[in-house]
């Protein structure tokens, strides 16, 4: 397999999809632009982003398996689930990203792969809260490697017109991880045990860190307009600032539901391991990827009629929408509207996807795609898989005296009402492009 043309970015900061920034068009490169984008290294990307989230979110349906078994509490589970992935996640993602900025991104993929398949595996293996915790350090350590340099491939291999709808394949691929790791987890967990189900989910990952490194070529990385220029200039990047705020305050909220989600349906509904994870992983992966599916192309026809700043709209007023939904899921004491409101507000919130990600490296140079993508992963992934699941699972803890087995809705509430909170951040980026 030949992948090429190979690849190689030309947009500068402030550049938006069609090459619009905050004071009007301005297009200009140092390298010439890739011929469009490869449909293949995009699948690609995809399924190697699906395992990701399979062998993220399994753990969830194991979630009260594994504090049964271990004889843990909630907030430990938390801890385990989030703040032990994020550990060296938050640490080294940077590192990996600035490697895979300097023409290492394919390899780095490739290794973040392996790395994250052969941790979940070993998982199964553990009998103690220590070795687990361990073993969700590496999980997070190969994700660290693999989320900056896998979107710098994706944007290195498309152009600025096509981004949006590049990144919503990807991550609507990548989306069926959900259905995979939630609904077929919670049928595994259910069947053959928490501890077989890490094991088969984890070498699955395998053949295809392969694949990434024998057949995806290295883009180009255009040199450095300033020598010595430090990814710390990111930070002057206001459009930027814009969208790691929302991510930073979005992730906390969409983790900690996605983490604990399964034990809500099994505490509040009664339903089993299997039918908790088949009912929420169906109704969250089907409408996270036929969300994303539609919104990437919205968003970029909205680009080509009204700029950068339309499609900026576009998100806002999605997000904003899809968030009341969330509220009426988790108080309802109807099985069938609460999973109808959770379809609803995935569905349309996963409109933001393609365009979120498209903008990140749309914004800033070719040469700092992976570094922006990382500090983004950071400060959104990192702290809020670290710190929402344990912050849910604590509330949970805390109003269980007070209110039983519905604690967990309460919590499950808090979030929903702190999930309106990033769209003020997503108003305030919109409002940077208006003509």
Known sequence: MDLRPVPSGSEHVGDGPQGMNATGPEAHSDVPPARGWSLTVTLLLGVAGMLDFIDRFVFSTANDAIKHDLHLSDATVGLLGGTAFALLYGVMILPFALISDRGFA???ASIGIALWSVATALMGRTHGSAA??????CVGLGQAAFSPSSAALNAAYSTPAKRSTSFAI??????L???????????????????????????????????????????????????????????????????????????????????WGVSFYM????????????????GIGIASVVGTFIGGPIADRVARRTGFGGAMRFVFWAYLVSQPFQIVQVLTHSLDLSLTMLVLSATISAFCTGPIY???????????RAAAVGLYALLANA???????????????????????NALRMSLLVAAILSFWPAVHLFQLQRRFRG
């Open 267 to 282: 505490r509040s509904f009664g339903l089993t391991a299997g039918q908790a994870g088949t009912w929420f992983g169906l």
């Open 170 to 175: 990807s991550y609507g691929v990548s989306y």
């Open 132 to 137: 687990m915790a361990t073993t969700r350090v």
């Open 383 to 405: 702290i809020g898989i670290g710190l929402g699941p344990p912050l849910f699972g604590w509330i949970s803890d805390m109003l269980t005296p007070h209110f039983g087995i």
């Open 177 to 259: 991880g959900y259905i995979i790791g939630l609904a077929g987890g919670g049928y595994l967990v259910e069947h053959i045990g928490w501890r077989a189900t890490f094991a088969a989910v984890g070498l699955a990952g395998v053949p295809v860190a392969i694949l990434m490194l024998l057949f995806v070529r290295e883009p180009r990385i255009p040199r450095a307009a300033q020598d010595g220029e430090s990814w710390l200039t990111l930070l002057a990047n206001r459009p930027l600032r814009d969208l790691l705020l929302y991510g930073v305050t979005s992730q906390v909220v969409s983790y900690g539901v996605t983490l």
């Open 358 to 368: 498209g903008a990140i490296p749309s914004i800033v140079p070719a040469h700092r």
């Open 106 to 108: 394919a390899r780095m």
